[in-house]
């Protein structure tokens, strides 16, 4: 049940005095309470319903940074395990390397692909990885995508090209 919050009643209002209490205290007929107490829920269920699609699209939000974080992990684990891999040469940021894998499990670097061995590979190939400079790895199907995000990156913080404007814009929405 919803209560409804009437004026007290005053016969000095801000300090003046009223003529007639009667017209200014006056309820009316018992219709108007119900339709006060009707328009007071209206407000409490509109109040609810917005804080309701509010609080669902911080929710969406929330799911979203779970999901980001979880892939940050799992790449952070990934290249750790890709460091650890054996290696007898230097890795330098830009090269690729090739991941083989013996039969007794151990994985290595090498800096010959498949291609370059020929039939002669003597262990199985794993994957191809560029070391990045910030010593990420990048699958070697991915290189190309990683090298155009990184170009436009680097032409941001070169001031090559203009940072999109953060102001809104309505092109095509105005007559």
Excluded at 130 to 142: F, G, V
Excluded at 154 to 164: A, F, R
């Amino acid at each position: 049940m919803t209560t409804v919050a009437l004026v007290e009643n005053s016969l000095n209002p801000l300090g003046i005095n009223l003529i007639s209490t009667y017209q200014t205290n006056r309820i009316g007929d018992p219709t108007d309470l119900v339709e006060i107490a009707q328009q007071v829920q209206k407000a409490d269920n509109f109040i609810r319903a917005n804080a309701c699609n509010r609080l669902t699209v911080i929710a969406e939000q929330i799911r979203v940074l779970q999901e980001q974080a979880r892939r940050v992990l799992e790449e952070a684990k990934k290249d750790a395990e890709l460091h650890h891999a054996a290696c007898n040469v230097v890795k330098r940021p830009g090269n690729i390397y090739y991941l083989y894998k013996r039969e007794s499990g151990q994985t290595y670097f090498s800096i010959l692909s498949p291609k370059e061995w020929g039939p002669s590979c003597p262990h199985k190939f794993l994957a191809a990885y560029k070391l990045q400079h910030d010593m990420s790895w990048t699958p070697y199907e991915n290189i190309e995508k990683r090298d155009a995000e990184m170009n436009i990156i680097d032409k941001l913080l070169n001031g090559q090209i203009g940072l999109p404007s953060t102001e809104p814009h309505f092109r095509g929405l105005t007559n």
